[in-house]
């Protein structure tokens, strides 16, 4: 059973910064992402790295402020979030697929980003 534990959520406040760590338990994936949810919103993709390589892609929306890395001795990757607001504020989940493309196959339980203005 593969394992996804993320780390270093908190509260924070409004222009602070906040790094997220995913810890996997072995190394079978082609990819990795970040991915958040607001209370009563949808899922968000927030960064995506491809293992191999180390490919990264983020969404227009979040460009300049997140920045996701891997670790290939650790198998862990981060989130480095700069100037956060408080539309930041989310349960932020790590994500990992050994497939190409489409769904991811693992997740993590999440941890929470609060951002007071």
């Known amino acids: 059973q593969v394992q996804l534990v993320e780390s270093g959520g908190g509260l924070v406040q409004a222009g602070d910064s906040l790094r997220l760590s995913c810890a996997a338990s072995r190394r079978t994936f082609s990819r990795m992402g970040w991915f958040r949810q607001a209370p009563g919103k949808e899922r968000e993709f927030v960064a995506r790295i491809w293992w191999s390589g180390g490919s990264i892609s983020y969404p227009d929306s979040l460009k300049g402020r997140v920045t996701i890395s891997r670790d290939i001795a650790k198998n862990t990757i981060y989130l480095q979030m700069n100037s956060l607001k408080p539309e930041d504020t989310a349960v932020y989940y790590c994500?990992?697929?050994?497939?190409?493309?489409?769904?991811?196959?693992?997740w993590g339980q999440g941890t929470q980003v609060t951002v007071s203005s």
């Open positions: 994500a990992a697929s050994s497939r190409l493309s489409g769904q991811y196959d693992y």
